[in-house]
T-cell receptor, first 113, second 114 residues
């Protein structure tokens, strides 16, 4: 049973560019949440997708957008990258919007130069 | 807004000894969950233990137990018989019962000395 997978593992981008990160949820899960974890800090909630719609959003600008596909996988898009967007991006999946437990993926390390 | 605070940036424990990690939170809600997550160098966040706010009994999971003080809004993690594999970042997290968004503390780095 595959857990949550994320791609790519590492990514280096230049300021002003756009990036897309991908997440496949754990088998049987239909809800995906995205978190940003800056170096030395705890993760911060970006948004959550369920039934292909954004259901809840944290305090992040519109440069951060997402998508969920019919197979429940999800993408996180960040436009006009800033140096401050450098972080570990974690994806978590659960069953339903009140999923008792969230399972995390290994993350994508994004470096903006 | 809910906040979670971990006041110990780093803790150290001797192998086989016991260590307690502290966490306080602020909320005006009455129905919520509290969690401790472990993040090893591999970066994958792993759930260690969870506590439902409506339960008075403290959660226990093998060598891990919590001391949940709802009135004081305190939620500490006790690790007994510490092992080298326990070395990691530990995050305390809060979640409303009706919702999925986790609010994390800043983390505590636990070092285990052989």
């Amino acid at each position: 049973d595959a857990g949550v997978t994320q791609s790519p593992t590492h990514l280096i981008k230049t300021r002003g560019q756009q990036v897309t990160l991908r997440c496949s949820p754990k088998s049987g899960h239909d809800t995906v949440s995205w978190y940003q974890q800056a170096l030395g800090q705890g993760p911060q909630f970006i948004f959550q997708y369920y039934e292909e719609e954004e259901r809840q959003r944290g305090n992040f600008p519109d440069r951060f957008s997402g998508h969920q596909f019919p197979n429940y996988s999800s993408e996180l898009n960040v436009n006009a990258l800033l140096l401050g967007d450098s972080a570990l991006y974690l994806c978590a999946s659960s069953s339903g919007t009140r999923g008792y437990e969230q399972y995390f993926g290994p993350g994508t390390r994004l470096t903006v130069t | 807004a809910q906040t979670v605070t971990q006041s110990q940036p780093e803790m150290s424990v001797q192998e086989a000894e016991t260590v307690t990690l502290s966490c306080t939170y602020d909320t005006s809600e009455s129905d919520y969950y509290l969690f401790w997550y472990k993040q090893p160098p591999s970066r994958q966040m792993i759930l260690v233990i969870r506590q439902e706010a409506y339960k008075q009994q403290n959660a226990t999971e093998n060598r891990f137990s919590v001391n949940f003080q709802k009135a004081a809004k305190s939620f500490s993690l006790k690790i007994s018989d510490s092992q080298l594999g326990d070395a990691a970042m530990y995050f305390c997290a809060y979640r409303l019962y009706a919702g999925n968004m986790l609010t994390f503390g800043g983390g505590t780095r636990l070092m285990v000395k052989p």
